[in-house]
């Protein structure tokens, strides 16, 4: 199910809570549901495929969350926090996983343990969630993306690029969005082609489902295959 599905379900809820406390005469107690219904609402509309505005939560390049964004969005932050560590525990498998030599994908690592060997770089690729205070900035690229949504291609673009230049240097890799399936494991593809390691993004999406369980959709795809043409079309221009 999409985010924009999720939330909006969740802002139908609040706001259907809202009204009956109201009705009850609970209007003090009504107050945080309403709050929380109309947050719900404006992540619903701002998540939506057709609008997609990820940089309405204010995540900034470094991966922290402006003050104006932790009031207005703050029970959707905390909500996304709660429920990725609470997914985690509740998983059973990895945080991550090598894909290939010095490249990892995985989820949101909100614990020192979670990164993997080596004092990684970090691509984050989540829109919801902080960079953990760990992860130093200038080993860190961020590209806001909401979940089941997917970076643009000259995002991806960049991020292979950042990702090889960190593989010349012999720094080991680690992309990552809350749980390391769909938005990270579409990033990871393109990285696998410009490293050579892979001839297609095709072929690249098979080498990760090989150490990884993922769940890349239509999107994550249909955006892989722009980019492979604009990657494809560059390389003839030159």
């Given at each position: 199910m999409g985010i924009s599905k999720v939330t909006g379900t969740a802002a139908t809820a609040f706001l259907v809570i809202s009204v009956s406390l109201w009705e009850l005469g609970m209007r003090i107690v009504?107050?945080?549901?309403?709050?929380?219904g109309i947050v719900a609402c404006i992540v619903t509309f701002a998540s939506h495929d057709?609008?997609?505005?990820?940089?309405?939560?204010?995540?900034?390049?470094?991966?922290?969350?402006?003050?104006?964004?932790?009031?207005?969005?703050?029970?959707?932050?905390?909500l996304a926090r709660t429920y990725a560590m609470v997914k985690r525990f509740m998983r059973k498998e990895s945080v991550h996983d090598k894909i290939v030599e010095g490249l990892y994908l995985g989820g949101w690592p909100f614990l020192?343990?979670?990164l993997p060997p080596g004092n990684p770089s970090v691509i984050d690729c989540?829109?919801?969630?902080?960079?953990?205070?760990?992860?130093?900035k200038d080993?860190?690229?961020?590209?806001?993306?909401?979940?089941?949504?997917?970076?643009?291609?000259?995002?991806i673009e960049l991020a292979a690029r950042w990702a090889c230049e960190k593989r010349s240097k012999g720094k080991p890799v680690y992309v990552h969005c809350a749980f390391g399936h769909g938005r990270s494991a579409c990033v990871v593809c393109a990285v696998l082609v410009a490293l050579g390691v892979a001839e297609t993004w095709k072929d690249a999406e098979n080498i990760v489902r090989e150490r990884r369980k993922i769940k890349m959709n239509a999107l994550h795809r249909k955006t892989l295959e722009e980019w492979s043409k604009h990657r494809a079309a560059q390389k003839k221009g030159n």
């Open positions: 009504t107050l945080p549901f309403l709050f929380t057709a609008v997609n505005l990820p940089w309405i939560l204010g995540k900034n390049s470094v991966g922290r969350f402006p003050f104006w964004s932790i009031i207005l969005f703050g029970p959707f932050l905390m020192l343990k979670h989540t829109c919801e969630l902080p960079r953990s205070s760990f992860v130093p080993e860190y690229l961020c590209f806001a993306t909401w979940d089941t949504r997917a970076p643009t291609p000259s995002q």
